[in-house]
């Protein structure tokens, strides 16, 4: 069965603290997304990547940046962590291949950071 | 205007009913749709895509309509354990895949 695996379900961290969001695919997917989703506003990109090392922006990059070493792995850094960056954050991969029939994403069972 | 918009419900209805939800995009080179499923603090999982000619998933039905630029989900013989938020989804123009998000219709099927 394939996977996208979140490192934490649930997380409590300070304000201003560096948080790291890691998250792990094993289905040799090209491409590796980070979403927040928040009630009443939808899923909302923040950052992307097509690649090994590249990283796109996304709505709403602004207090994030992000990491791609391995093609399995795209990890997610608040870089001071704040309040409003409280959010359920879900990572997602697909493969290139655009479009196809069967397109679509698979999605991490998500992240709840709570920033306090 | 968001690029993607549901009307949000809930959508209450007994089991046994035919549901219908629409959706509507804004950008008109928009490639490729379809409908997720969200269940309750679960993730989306991919419900079915949603072809020009329109596409039939046993009780699930979608329709696309370019001219209107707007999707819809219809649903047959509502269960219960159909109840969750039903994401629309579009792909832009872009190649890189990027999928834009509705803010998700939500349905309760009450017995």
């Known amino acids: 069965d394939v996977k996208v695996t979140q490192s934490s379900r649930y997380l409590v961290k300070r304000t201003g603290e560096k948080v790291f969001l890691e998250c792990v695919q094993d289905?040799?997917?090209?491409?590796m997304f980070w979403y927040r989703q928040d009630p009443g506003l939808g899923l909302r990109l923040i950052y992307f990547s097509y690649d090994v090392k590249m990283k796109e922006k996304g709505d709403i990059p602004e207090g994030y940046s992000v990491s791609r070493e391995k093609k399995e792995r795209f990890s997610l850094i608040l870089e001071s962590a704040s309040t409003n960056q409280t959010s359920m954050y879900l990572c997602a991969s697909s493969s290139t291949g655009y479009p196809s029939t069967n397109y679509g994403y698979t999605f991490g069972s998500g992240t709840r950071l709570t920033v306090v | 205007r968001k690029e993607v918009e549901q009307d949000p419900g809930p959508f209450n209805v007994p089991e046994g009913a035919t549901v219908a939800f629409n959706c509507t995009y804004s950008?008109?080179?928009?490639?490729?749709f379809f409908w997720y499923r969200q269940d309750c603090r679960k993730e989306p999982k991919l419900l079915m895509s949603v072809y020009s000619s329109g596409n039939e998933d046993g009780r699930f039905t979608a329709q696309l309509n370019r001219a209107s630029q707007y999707i819809s989900l219809l649903i047959r013989d509502s269960k219960l354990s159909d109840s969750a938020t039903y994401l629309c989804v579009v792909i832009g123009s872009s190649n890189t895949g990027k999928l834009i998000f509705g803010q998700g219709t939500t349905l309760q099927v009450k017995p």
């Open positions: 289905m040799d997917h090209e491409n």
């Open positions: 950008n008109s080179a928009s490639q490729s």
